[in-house]
């Protein structure tokens, strides 16, 4: 298979819940009605062999237990997409069992495995990154390394901005097979939208550090899951929220945007 890409397909309601693969966050929801829908997954692989799936349900927002109406279900699919968008495969995933009006529950949890085989590399320096919960005063370094990152967009230091996101930026474009042109566009894109009007910083103070990838990246993130920092548009009433994670670098000593 040239390009193998994989999704995870899932349906999902009345809960607050997360999906990760290999311990990589690749969706967190609220939500308070139904959903479905496919992810990619193709980052969070880097290397061809076992991977793992895991799944947390938690009541929403506000709530004490699950509702009875909770659920999540996920299988994940094979595609080749190379030369249009082809199903080859599909592996067994995790569905919830029905919740009892009697029962308390306040979290559920479940996983699976599938094996794949990938085409492409990954920069995974993050495997060779020191252990978050190592790293004395993490939480105040991350939220430091978030206002970094700010402060050059909002100061118009695209190209340091860049350069900042170059090792994210590559790994997202090649395990979607992204030509150069259109990854360039990607970050362009982005860029462009800070210039014309979305530069107004929103950053949640009250986020939390959320450790991932068997302890060896961390991003901020809100309550609800979604990425604490933002940026807003004052006269369109919305905004682009940078969904970043970092490794610390044993080489800078600092944290890293991967």
Not at 191 to 204: A, Q, T
Not at 209 to 237: D, R
Request: charged share 25%; with cysteine.
């Amino acid at each position: 298979m040239k390009e193998p890409y994989y999704m995870i397909h899932f349906d999902a309601a009345a809960c607050l819940f997360e999906i990760r693969v290999n311990d990589q966050p690749v969706l967190t929801m609220n939500l308070s009605g139904q959903a479905s829908s496919k992810i990619p997954i193709n980052y969070t692989i880097s290397n061809s062999g076992k991977q793992e799936v895991t799944v947390t349900l938690l009541p929403l927002i506000g709530a004490s237990k699950l509702s009875e109406k909770a659920y999540l279900n996920y299988h994940v699919e094979l595609f080749e997409s190379y030369n249009g968008f082809k199903l080859i495969d599909q592996f067994d995933g995790f569905e919830s069992k029905p919740i009892e009006q009697k029962q308390a529950l306040q979290v559920i949890k479940g996983n699976s495995f599938f094996e794949a085989e990938i085409t492409y590399s990954l920069v995974n320096l993050w495997t060779k990154g020191e252990n978050i919960e190592d790293i004395e005063d993490y939480s105040i370094k991350i939220k430091a390394a978030y206002q970094d990152i700010a402060n050059l967009i909002l100061g118009g230091k695209y190209e340091q901005f860049k350069q900042k996101m170059k090792n994210r930026e590559y790994n997202m474009a090649t395990s979607m097979y992204l030509s150069d042109k259109d990854s360039q566009n990607r970050i362009n894109r982005m860029i462009e939208e800070f210039k014309n009007g979305y530069n107004h910083l929103l950053f949640d103070d009250l986020a939390i550090p959320v450790i991932s990838a068997y302890g060896k990246k961390v991003a901020l993130k809100s309550s609800n899951g979604e990425p604490a920092l933002s940026f807003g548009n004052k006269e369109q009433q919305e905004q682009i929220m940078l969904d970043i994670e970092f490794y610390y670098s044993k080489e800078t000593n600092q944290f890293e945007i991967i």
